[in-house]
């Protein structure tokens, strides 16, 4: 069962696919897998199924009943090698029952697996499914003849996949895998697209995020530099002739989850906090309802992966709330505002205009993000001394009455303070980091121990987009508490610049 080298990276979801099917279990088995569209999970399990010789079933979008069960019908058929119109005009019950068994009694016993991917367009005309494999489940689970299958169903409808296992759904309680496909990180993004440049893969994966489906889409090569972005992007998603438009990307995405379709207030959500609403109170404010009235819609869009709801570590009261998808968080920021440039074939025009909002509030963030995902993922534990949470925060400056962004910060809380492990700084500027930035975080370490958090051990990590001034890189060495980490780095193409003694 080894990974087909097609599929880049996603080792471990490999392994817990296969962990999934080889389990030894006699009865019927199933797993859930979901991630928002385009993200790979229809390319995922077609290699496992094809590795597995499996069965995989797709729906359809707005097929109806009858179609629905002749196209699973057909596909049993194919897989079992006798003729379709042996299989016609059965019942969901008796198809999801055949499919299961010849998936399951396979010659020489060797594992095998029924995936049904977009199981969510089957819902919308037959709610039943998920009910019906459940009692497949409970027949298997009791004895009662049904085969000791496995299951795996897929889809994109991100609410509606969460709420499979919820509460009294029918599969709470029956699913032994819950995958959740993630993008890819920023190296196998660079990987992926073969951009080789450290300034391209970065803008690339701010806009686009690591979801592999939009390669294909983009009619143009990928480009291999940071200065080629500024045809590239024109070009692609800026260009509303394109698929790879964002515009139509970002409405099509919202449209995915029936949750949001049609749904103004979404949309208007979603704007606000792009632009920096990054809490009810201020969404509310923004969007000009109550706070109160926001809960739900909110906490629907978070669920769905839309927004990313996180709250500071150091200030338990205080919620940050951010766009968790690029494309639409560059759809907002950058496309919305040169909307007229766009639709009038100026998109060249458009994108020069909105390139410093590009660097302030897609590249510079976004950069920071990486930042933390590379100290959460990549780097060494010892650097973090395993701490539980790598987030920003904020730190009070009581004498200056003043709050200070601290980009990363590695920490644990206990018994009512936090032990902090990294405090670092992440810049997407055009210049070198410099000594300033250095007694900057010292600054700040020396703030979070007159709030009375254990800070005094911390390591201070810089990370930039365009290298280091060398007498810091001097004064770092000399220290040894500090990390310098450049943009290969975060690639996953190079070593950190410093890393501090003994770690």
Not at 64 to 83: D, Q
Not at 304 to 332: E, K, M, Q, S
């Amino acid at each position: 069962m080894q990974k087909p080298q097609r599929v880049l990276a996603r080792d471990a979801e490999w392994g817990a696919l296969a962990q999934f099917v080889r389990h030894p279990d006699p009865c019927l088995r199933i797993g859930v897998v979901s991630g928002r569209r385009r993200v790979g999970k229809s390319f995922l399990l077609r290699a496992f199924v094809e590795a597995v010789d499996g069965l995989y079933v797709t729906a359809v979008a707005e097929e109806g009943v009858v179609a629905a069960r002749r196209r699973l019908a057909a596909g049993i058929a194919r897989y079992a090698g006798m003729p379709a119109e042996l299989m016609a005009d059965t019942s969901w019950e008796s198809l999801l029952a055949t499919a299961i068994e010849l998936t399951s009694a396979r010659e020489g016993g060797a594992p095998g697996v029924l995936v049904i991917d977009e199981l969510p367009y089957w819902m919308a005309h037959s709610p039943e499914v998920p009910g019906l494999l459940q009692l497949l489940y409970d027949r298997s689970q009791s004895g009662e003849g049904v085969p000791g299958g496995r299951v795996i169903v897929c889809g994109s409808a991100t609410s509606v996949m969460n709420e499979l296992l919820s509460g009294t759904k029918a599969l709470r309680g029956r699913a032994a895998l819950d995958l959740r496909l993630q993008p890819f990180e920023l190296g196998t993004t660079a990987r992926h697209w073969g951009i080789e440049d450290p300034g391209a893969a970065l803008r690339v994966h701010a806009i686009l995020g690591g979801s592999p489906g939009y390669r294909n889409l983009a009619n143009v090569p990928a480009p291999r530099s940071a200065a080629e972005l500024d045809d590239w992007v024109p070009a692609t998603v800026l260009d509303p002739r394109q698929a790879l438009f964002s515009g139509s990307e970002a409405e099509y995405l919202l449209r995915e989850d029936p949750k949001f379709t049609g749904s103004a207030l979404h949309y208007a959500i979603i704007n606000a906090v792009a632009n920096g609403a990054t809490s009810p109170a201020k969404i509310g404010g923004s969007v000009e309802r109550p706070r109160t009235s926001l809960t739900r819609p909110v906490n629907g869009l978070v669920s769905a992966g839309y927004l990313r709801y996180d709250t500071d570590p150091l200030w338990d009261r205080r919620p940050v709330i951010t766009v968790a998808d690029p494309i639409v968080r560059f759809h907002n920021l950058v496309t919305v505002p040169q909307r007229d440039l766009v639709d009038t074939g100026r998109s060249a025009e458009g994108w020069r205009r909105a390139r410093p909002a590009f660097v302030a509030g897609v590249l510079g963030p976004h950069f920071e993000l990486c930042a933390r995902e590379w100290l959460r993922g990549q780097a060494d534990p010892a650097l973090r001394r395993d701490a539980g949470t790598v987030t920003a925060t904020v730190v009070n400056d009581r004498k200056g009455q003043a709050k200070h962004e601290i980009d990363v910060i590695a920490l644990d809380r206990r018994a009512g303070r936090a032990v902090i492990s990294v405090v670092g700084e992440a810049k997407a500027t055009m210049t070198r980091r410099s000594q300033a930035d250095l007694d900057r975080l010292d600054r700040l370490k020396g703030l979070l121990g007159e709030h009375g958090h254990d800070a005094a051990s911390a390591v201070l990590a810089l990370f930039s987009m365009e290298g280091f001034q060398p007498d810091l890189v001097d004064v770092a060495r000399r220290r040894g508490d500090v990390l310098l980490v450049g943009l290969p780095s975060l690639l996953g193409w190079e070593e950190p610049l410093v890393v501090p003694r003994g770690r």
